[in-house]
């Protein structure tokens, strides 16, 4: 398998971490993937960081 390096940007309380991701099984000659789209909820204001919240988006893809 192979996860390219995540991008990850703060926007307050919010981080936001974009990666895609590809595995070794091949489909007709392309290898099954996914792009990556997570946000995590970590409140600034808590005592300790914690995430409170995930919200995820995964694209299927394929690629050569």
């Known amino acids: 398998r192979e996860v390219s390096t995540p991008e990850f ?3 307050g309380d919010r ?3 974009v990666f895609e991701l590809a595995t070794k099984p ?3 000659g392309r290898r099954v993937g996914a792009k990556v789209d997570e946000t995590f909820l970590i409140p600034a ?3 300790a ?3 409170h919240h995930i919200d995820a988006s995964i694209r299927p ?3 050569r």
């Open 9 to 11: 940007t703060v926007d």
């Open 15 to 17: 981080v936001r971490a």
């Open 26 to 28: 091949s489909l007709f």
């Open 45 to 47: 204001d808590a005592a």
């Open 49 to 51: 960081a914690r995430i």
């Open 61 to 63: 893809t394929l690629t």
